[in-house]
């Protein structure tokens, strides 16, 4: 049985939810799918203890709506995951978009009919789903890096994944626990453990820069400052690089004495998250500016780690701070000064193999009750390679990535018609406050389809010059920034046999608004329209 659409949105997550209610908004026969039991995306899905946001509340918001941002009062300066949960599923109230979605929906297959010009779009329930336009808002941090381990099966005792965390609690009071990665989620799940368990292995493969967040209630007199000027607030974000404002010194970090170089750190320390990122105009394309920052939070660690051995092996080295995504987290170092835990450094101790009372290393047998798995993601492509996607002449989406992502503008791609992607590589994205990254993508699709259909347009793709012109725009800013020094999931070094290519868009949300608005406004340059 088959269902037919104008168009299929998968996945109800930021992206997913704003591109229904625009289609809706055109009168367009809409349907989303969502594989979970919610919607919320990775707010879903990431419920494990300390799930944060790393960007503050006002900015991790939707923009689209007035009264939306006027009405809704966030509790706190970082939303907790079940905060946001809350708010996403409010949207979907409030824009009456539940009857146009079907969860525990997990699309596996879509096809592209030439001759008939749409999608053929099946799922793990064997159902079809036929439609002209075909939205992946499929999320770029939603397919869980479940790590191969020889054992894991044998493992007596319990083991989870931050990604697909279970809904009731798992309480750790008197357990021996193992946390295995010390990404976002690994560092923001260990400061919830460490109280109740009865010792905590950290195993750490990279150490990595992680700033305080300083979160606080959010207080009354914050949120009406925010509201009564939400339109610049917002216009703010659009102006700045990573989509949401900070202020920045003047003069490049090495043209900037050290005293006041230090004193401008101490004071974005103190106000926390990534404001430490944007100090200088310079830290992500000088290293040697950057290595001023490095120097300063290493001193932090220091500072703050009692036990000069653990503060050494929790110390990053040999990568530029932001290379790797930058940790907002208040919690993490002091941590380690607790006598029930450890970091346990797996780069030179690499896990061997899982056994049936806990984890070996080449140094020797932790004995846990329960392991944490914080291994992250295949970002970015792999959310869109887990479905077999096939465009024009049997062209499948897994051998056009074989080497690399490939897209124009992030939001197409070549002999793959009518498919738009919401946040993926090659757009802003995961380098930037990804739901003004959404919302920009959104917009600009439903516009696009608009286009189409007020133009007797029935088919678009981007031309392969187009695209390979942007592929090579992107590599080339890339290069130009500090990003691509370091082995980080942004190049999916976190993922075996994963070809190493710098995915996200490096310019920056000005610079990429500019390009997709002028695409546009040039009647969709760059792409082959059929009429």
């Known amino acids: 049985m088959s269902r037919k659409l104008d168009a299929l949105v998968v996945g109800a997550g930021f992206g997913g939810l704003h591109m229904l209610h625009r289609l809706k908004q055109l009168g367009l026969d809409v349907k989303a799918v969502e594989a979970g039991d919610s919607v919320g995306g990775t707010w879903f899905w990431n419920r494990y203890p300390g799930a944060r946001c790393d960007f503050e509340s006002h900015d991790y918001s939707y923009s689209f709506d007035s009264d939306l941002q006027n009405e809704w009062v966030w509790s706190e300066r970082y939303p907790s995951?079940?905060?946001?949960?809350?708010?996403?599923?409010?949207?979907?109230?409030?824009?009456?978009?539940?009857?146009?979605?079907?969860?525990?929906?997990?699309?596996?297959?879509?096809?592209?009919?030439?001759?008939?010009?749409?999608?053929?779009?099946?799922?793990?329930?064997?159902?079809?789903?036929i439609a002209r336009y075909l939205i992946m808002a499929t999320g770029a941090l939603s397919l869980p890096q479940i790590p191969a381990f020889p054992g894991i099966d044998t493992f007596s005792g319990s083991w989870y994944h931050t990604a697909n965390w279970p809904t009731s609690k798992v309480d750790f009071t008197g357990k021996r626990v193992?946390?295995?990665?010390?990404g976002s989620s690994g560092v923001q799940v260990v400061s919830q453990i460490a109280p109740d368990a009865e010792h905590l292995f950290v195993m750490q493969r990279t150490a990595a820069f992680v700033v305080p967040a300083h979160n606080r209630p959010l207080d009354a007199e914050r949120d009406a400052l925010v509201k009564a000027s939400y339109d610049g607030f917002r216009q703010r974000a659009l102006d700045s690089f990573l989509g949401l404002h900070f202020d920045t010194e003047l003069n490049p970090a090495v043209d900037t004495p050290e005293p006041e170089r230090t004193a401008a750190y101490e004071r974005r320390w103190e106000i926390g998250g990534a404001a430490l990122l944007a100090a200088f105009p310079d830290l992500l394309t000088n290293t040697d500016s950057n290595d001023?920052?490095?120097?300063?939070?290493?001193?932090?660690?220091?500072?703050?780690?009692?036990?000069?051995?653990?503060?050494?092996?929790?110390?990053?080295?040999?990568?530029?701070?932001?290379?790797?995504?930058?940790?907002?987290?208040?919690?993490?170092?002091?941590?380690?000064?607790r006598s029930n835990v450890d970091v346990v450094d797996i780069s030179t101790s690499p896990i061997r193999r899982i056994t049936e009372t806990g984890i070996e290393t080449a140094d020797g047998h932790y004995e846990v009750d329960v392991i944490v798995f914080a291994t992250g993601f295949d970002a970015l492509t792999g959310p869109l390679l887990n479905i077999d996607i096939t465009g024009k002449s049997q062209t499948q989406l897994k051998?056009?990535?074989?080497?690399?992502?490939?897209?124009?503008?992030?939001?197409?791609?070549?002999?793959?018609?009518?498919?738009?992607?919401?946040?993926?590589?090659?757009?802003?994205?995961?380098?930037?406050?990804?739901?003004?990254?959404?919302?920009?993508?959104?917009?600009?699709i439903a516009q696009f389809i608009e286009h189409m259909s007020d133009n007797g347009i029935t088919a678009a793709e981007a031309s392969p010059e187009a695209?390979?012109?942007?592929?090579?725009?992107?590599?080339?800013?890339?290069?130009?920034?500090?990003?691509?020094?370091?082995?980080?999931?942004?190049?999916?070094?976190?993922i075996p046999g994963k070809p190493r290519v710098f995915m996200p868009y490096a310019g920056g949300i000005p610079a990429y608004r500019q390009t997709c608005s002028d695409v546009a406004s040039s009647g969709y340059t760059g792409f082959q329209l059929t009429h």
């Open 399 to 444: 051998d056009r990535w074989a080497a690399g992502p490939t897209t124009y503008l992030g939001l197409s791609v070549s002999d793959f018609p009518n498919m738009f992607v919401v946040a993926g590589p090659g757009s802003p994205s995961v380098l930037s406050n990804v739901v003004r990254c959404t919302e920009l993508n959104v917009e600009w």
């Open 178 to 182: 193992a946390v295995v990665g010390t």
């Open 292 to 337: 001023t920052l490095a120097t300063f939070l290493r001193a932090k660690i220091e500072e703050i780690v009692d036990d000069p051995a653990t503060a050494k092996t929790l110390t990053p080295q040999g990568f530029p701070v932001g290379a790797k995504r930058l940790i907002v987290d208040s919690e993490y170092y002091s941590t380690f000064n």
């Open 467 to 494: 695209e390979n012109q942007w592929v090579h725009h992107v590599n080339e800013l890339s290069t130009a920034t500090i990003f691509p020094t370091a082995n980080s999931w942004y190049l999916g070094a976190n």
């Open 81 to 129: 995951q079940p905060e946001i949960l809350r708010y996403l599923n409010h949207v979907a109230d409030r824009f009456d978009l539940r009857s146009s979605i079907q969860l525990q929906t997990r699309v596996t297959a879509a096809r592209y009919d030439e001759e008939l010009a749409q999608w053929s779009v099946t799922t793990e329930g064997n159902e079809t789903f």
